[in-house]
């Protein structure tokens, strides 16, 4: 499976232990995850763990904003998204999270991000909650 997560997946995985944390230790257990991000998206991140709340979580953590990131880093892979997509009026950011997920031929881009939610899919690529990615991971495989 190949998902693409959105910084607000991301930044709730690392700070927090909730759905979105358990998503991501799933996916670094199961071979068959992979995990996309574009540069655009880890450069939102970097930016996004220096932001007050997420600086003192991470210092409560004893970790550093860019102890954190280096990590995510290794975990996914990168990709160059060829265009970014006009897709989302009401927030032209969430395109960067769309392209990201459109140049890694992902299976989900998971989101907390009504307006991505709200479109469903985007050219095959299902958009779904944290909540719904882990179940779809947790399913068995179709045989072949």
């Known amino acids: 499976m190949r998902l693409v997560l959105d ?23 199961q071979e068959k995850a992979r995990l996309f991000a574009s540069l655009v998206l880890l450069e939102e991140l970097a930016e996004v763990l220096i932001r007050p709340i997420p600086s003192r979580r991470l210092a409560l953590l004893g970790y550093t904003a860019q102890e954190v990131l280096a990590d995510h880093v290794e975990i996914v892979d990168l990709v160059t998204p060829g265009a970014t997509p006009s897709v989302v009026a009401s927030d032209a950011e969430d395109d960067h999270v769309i392209a990201a997920a459109v140049a890694a031929a992902a299976d ?7 307006h991505l939610l709200a479109l469903g899919s985007h050219l ?21």
């Open 124 to 144: 095959g690529i299902r958009i779904v909650t944290p909540a719904d990615a882990s179940r779809l991971m947790a399913e068995p495989a179709a045989p072949h």
């Open 108 to 114: 989900l881009l998971v989101s907390g991000d009504r």
């Open 7 to 29: 910084t607000n997946v991301v930044l709730s995985a690392l700070l927090w232990r909730g759905t979105p944390y358990r998503l991501l230790e799933a996916i670094r257990r």
